[in-house]
């Protein structure tokens, strides 16, 4: 085994450059998938070379966002495009910051709401229907890819994930993670299993859990139309034991953890999945980075109204952080999803206060 260590700021991948900024343009759509009765709401964006500023607005939410362009038209060149899943709780917009970064970078990307697990639409029974999320996926992505414009705007060889908690599951579900359902309801039973089925946005989870009907509920979502997957501070690790439940992962995968994450700790999930995918890249964010600083940065207001979500310790900088990943999930889709470029070396990166540390093994 032969290990590389480099020390530096911020260290990209040798073969990555960075494009040029396309204008973001975005539009909301809707499908209905009424075999689930279930309602699709999806955020798109997209490059534009639109620049009237007429149509450029800041989101209605309380978010620190660069503006888009609502309803621009579409640049007439084919991208590739990323799916992303929001967190337990949380609505289509919680990656924006993402979503923007990659489109500047000539990325199409999709975002919808998981039905029953918004912030604004809350049903208990849906926080623990796993399955549920990674069939959304699948279902948005059959229909965006048959309806135009977008359809013909789109490199169909080239579609990437990125799931943020549950979505972080939801990604690797979709990857060909296989969940153990009974192995999930007996945890939820320990106290670690109370720790993290007790969740800020419904309390505690578990008699819902121990309702989940393990027998009716399908092994695998593995799609294969998604070439490369990644997770952000992935949740559920307690229903995963052994590599068994990994075997069909094939397609690369970043996994990229918090280490002071006290929603879904970090040693039973992202380091317990990169423990079990063998070939998976992962990612430490050390220091008191917590859960919630995947999400988009809020404005003071929403700071001071929701601090759970939004008021990181003193010591981080939400927008930093952001900076730092956006430039590893864009470095990583370029290295795995473009067919002229070299492959990633997979590694283990770790950030410290004063240095980044690579260890390619």
């Given at each position: 085994?032969?290990?590389?260590?480099?020390?530096?700021?911020?260290?990209?991948?040798?073969?990555?450059?960075?494009?040029?900024?396309?204008?973001?343009?975005?539009?909301t759509i809707i499908y209905?998938?009424?075999?689930?009765?279930?309602?699709?709401k999806t955020e798109i964006w997209y490059p534009t070379n639109e620049t009237d500023s007429t149509f450029e607005r800041k989101t209605d939410l309380p978010f620190?966002?660069?503006?888009?362009?609502?309803?621009?038209?579409?640049?007439?060149?084919?991208?590739?495009?990323?799916?992303?899943?929001?967190?337990?709780g949380?609505?289509?917009?919680?990656?924006?910051?993402?979503?923007?970064?990659?489109?500047?970078?000539?990325?199409?990307?999709?975002?919808?709401d998981h039905w029953g697990n918004t912030f604004d639409n809350k049903i208990p029974e849906y926080f623990v229907r796993y399955w549920e999320r990674p069939m959304d996926i699948s279902f948005l992505l059959t229909h965006?890819?048959?309806?135009?414009?977008?359809?013909?705007q789109i490199d169909t060889s080239r579609i990437g994930m990125v799931g943020f908690?549950?979505?972080?599951?939801?990604?690797?579900?979709?990857?060909?993670?296989?969940?153990?359902?009974?192995?999930?309801?007996?945890?939820?039973?320990?106290e670690q299993g109370k720790k993290e089925f007790s969740i800020p946005e419904l309390g505690d989870l578990r008699k819902l859990v121990d309702k989940i009907p393990c027998e009716n509920i399908h092994n695998t979502f593995?799609?294969?139309?998604?070439?490369?997957?990644?997770?952000?501070?992935?949740?559920l690790g307690l229903g995963f034991d052994n590599m068994g439940q990994t075997k069909y992962l094939t397609a690369p995968?970043?996994?990229?953890?918090?280490?002071?994450?006290?929603?879904?700790?970090?040693?039973?999930?992202a380091e317990n999945y990169n423990k079990l995918i063998p070939h998976s890249l992962f990612i430490k964010l050390e220091g008191k980075i917590g859960h919630y600083v995947f999400i988009n940065e809020g404005d003071e207001s929403l700071k001071k109204e929701a601090r759970t979500y939004y008021k990181d310790d003193k010591a981080i900088n939400r927008k930093t952080i952001h900076r730092n990943v956006e430039k590893e999930i864009i470095t990583f889709f370029q290295n795995t999803m473009n067919k002229y470029a070299y492959r990633i070396t997979y590694k283990t990166i770790s950030y410290t206060k004063k240095r980044r540390i690579i260890c390619y093994i």
């Open positions: 085994m032969i290990f590389k260590i480099l020390f530096t700021s911020i260290v990209l991948s040798p073969f990555y450059t960075f494009g040029q900024d396309y204008n973001v343009g975005e539009q209905t998938d009424s075999l689930r009765n279930r309602m699709i620190v966002l660069s503006p888009t362009i609502r309803n621009a038209k579409i640049t007439n060149q084919v991208f590739p495009l990323v799916v992303l899943s929001h967190g337990t949380g609505n289509r917009f919680g990656l924006a910051w993402l979503a923007i970064a990659l489109v500047k970078q000539g990325y199409i990307v999709i975002s919808p965006f890819l048959n309806d135009k414009p977008f359809s013909q908690s549950f979505g972080g599951y939801t990604s690797l579900a979709l990857a060909g993670a296989d969940l153990n359902c009974d192995l999930l309801k007996t945890i939820s039973k320990t593995k799609d294969n139309r998604i070439k490369a997957f990644v997770a952000l501070a992935p949740a995968i970043l996994i990229i953890g918090a280490e002071n994450n006290r929603i879904a700790p970090i040693k039973s999930n």
